[in-house]
Nanobody, 126 residues
């Protein structure tokens, strides 16, 4: 089992920055991929960013590329999402997720991730 706990959400204004963190515990060594997803009210959960440890590669949704940065500290079992130049459309609940054996073409699919955190709210005002 793997437990994921997100923190760092809150209120921000357009153009501001926020940093989300995800603390992982349990059998984390088997979790090759850690990702961030978000879900706005009335919308489906969507992919934001991911890190694949086995190849050291990061992946981003086009809507956040260049503004968000995912980073992973294996020693501390934490994954962070630095969010810069926030926009009102970034408002959502952000979830941390972990999975193993995820092919690149499925990196953005929620069904590929075995473990999920409880989410943290990010609200960006204009």
């Amino acid at each position: 089992q793997v437990q994921l706990v997100e923190s760092g959400g809150g209120l921000a204004q357009a153009g501001d920055s926020l940093r989300l963190s995800c603390a992982a515990s349990g059998r984390t060594s088997s979790m090759d991929v850690v990702g961030w997803f978000r879900q706005a009210p009335g919308a489906e959960r969507e992919f934001v960013a991911a890190h694949k440890r086995s190849v050291g590669t990061t992946y981003y949704a086009s809507s956040v590329k260049g503004r968000f940065t995912i980073s992973r500290d294996n020693a501390e079992n934490t994954v962070s999402l630095q969010m810069n130049s926030l926009k009102p459309e970034d408002t959502a609940i952000y979830y941390c997720a972990a999975g193993r054996g995820i092919a690149d073409r499925f990196i953005g699919s929620t069904t590929q991730y075995q473990y999920w955190g409880q989410g943290t709210q990010v609200t960006v005002s204009s």
